[in-house]
């Protein structure tokens, strides 16, 4: 079975709609979460693929970019949100993670604040069924959470 990594992101910090210094800190030390585990997944599957869906706003953009790498990048309305993310919003989200995670071993997904908070619960108990500690509150900047489909974990991506 080929393993699966699914990471929700949220973008790094932004100022008036684009990356902040800090923000781009934000994204290299996420860079190389990320990276270490392809890197692990690549030791015995070398043609691991990934891939990063991203929001159409800016500062989520460029935070895709700055871990992108050689990774493909698809923008996705249904990755925005204002302060309210609907239920129907949620299952979206889903089914575009699941069509991608279906050709892709990495799924990256960078997003905001209200997405980063409901997305990974949602998925942790009502989609993969996965014992989870996530935090009740929004992700900080530049932070993820981490499914594994090979260990059915879910994880909080510490630096």
Known sequence: MRNKLLFIARHGAQ?????????????????????????????????????????????????AFAIARGADIVMMDCLEADMNVSDTQLVEAREHIEFYRKHYAVVVVITHMVITHKLPRYLAEKCYRVPHELPNQPLNHGRAILFDANRNTCELVTE
Do not use: F
């Open 15 to 63: 100022s008036e709609g684009m990356l902040t210094d800090d923000g781009r800190r934000q994204m290299a030390l996420l860079d190389g979460q990320v990276r270490k585990r392809i890197l692990m997944l690549r030791r015995d599957q070398p043609d691991t693929s990934a891939i990063i869906l991203t929001s159409k706003m800016p500062h989520a953009r460029q935070s």
